[in-house]
């Protein structure tokens, strides 16, 4: 009797006691109702069972296959559960972080967005860095109010409609939360590992965990934490201030378990050159600022050859 609530069984026993015909069949049964509903329950049980399995086999069929972006050897996903964590300064500077430790060849300038002859589209560069967003597709004030199927069908273009030619690495940079997109990226596309960005702030330490934990469940390797905005340090007087809180994400790190990639400052130099489109790490290269966006990048790629080995 345990698989009904109280009150569709209370349902059921008015039901039958309104309508003995049904329970009852020749003679006069004492606790007719009772013994219908111990039989329906044993039913009930065991045709639970079988839709579960139904359900179960349904969904593993459904479910995406997963397939590799052409190209790419390794996708890294930058996310956090809250917006306003510099997650996208980060993405940037961590794709320049690891162009600049590795050496790569970097691609030449494309300020125009084009379409080449296998009607893929041809990603802007900068800095050798190809890039593509969806900002690049719509006008500058245009909002964006797409959902469900429009959302999916935008980020099917941004991945496989894009020729990004032969890349050793990935980034995509995330939207906030834990919802419909990321679910789509994650069940689409094999990820080699997701890295959560957050200040050291409770309010946003309590979504980074959101985050983390929305990844695992869907197995996809938590390459671990990057504190932003660690510190301020004035510019007149080098006094440093923990403005968000000190030392959250890496103690947020330890308890999940997870790697802690580095701290990453909260300094006016990061965000002039980003409004200016010159991300730090190439347009101040020997700054502090880009030497922790280079530390950053050294430990994910370590994360990336502990995950694979």
Not at 110 to 138: K, Q, R, W
Not at 174 to 185: A, H, N, R
Request: aromatic share 4%.
């Amino acid at each position: 009797m345990a698989q009904f609530t109280y009150s569709r069984l209370s349902h059921l026993l008015r039901l039958s006691g309104e309508k003995t015909r049904v329970l009852r069949t020749g003679t006069d049964l004492n606790h007719g109702a009772t013994s219908c509903v111990v039989v329906k329950r044993c039913q009930r049980s065991v045709d639970s069972k079988a839709l579960q399995e139904r359900q179960r086999q349904q969904m593993a069929r459904g479910l995406p296959k997963q397939k590799p972006i052409t190209g790419v050897k390794q996708v890294i996903v930058v996310a956090s559960g809250k917006g306003g964590v510099g997650k996208s300064t980060t993405a940037v500077n961590l794709a320049l972080g690891l162009m600049a430790n590795d050496r790569v060849r970097s691609a030449p300038p494309c300020c125009t967005l084009a379409v080449c002859e296998d009607n893929l589209m041809i990603p802007l560069t900068n800095y050798g860095l190809p890039c593509m967003s969806m900002g690049f597709l719509v006008e500058d004030v245009a909002p964006i109010v797409w959902r469900g199927l429009m959302v999916m069908s935008a980020i099917e273009k941004l991945l496989r409609q894009v020729d990004w030619g032969s890349l050793d690495y990935l980034v995509v940079d995330m939207p906030p939360g834990t919802g419909d997109v990321q679910l789509s990226i994650t069940q689409n596309i094999p990820i080699a590992g997701a890295v959560i960005v957050s200040t050291p702030q409770d309010i946003a330490l309590l979504d980074a965990r959101r985050g983390a934990e929305m990844f695992k469940k869907v197995n996809v390797p938590v390459l671990g934490l990057v504190q932003n905005m660690s510190v301020f340090q004035c510019p007149k007087c080098n006094h440093q201030t923990h403005i968000f809180g000190s030392d959250g994400a890496r103690q947020l790190a330890n308890t999940l378990g997870v790697t802690f990639l580095g701290d990453v400052p909260l300094h006016l130099n990061i965000r002039e050159t980003s409004d200016r489109g010159q991300p730090v790490v190439v347009s101040s290269p020997d700054s502090p600022e880009a030497e922790a966006y280079r530390k950053v990048a050294s430990a994910v790629v370590q994360r990336l050859q502990e995950s694979s080995s």
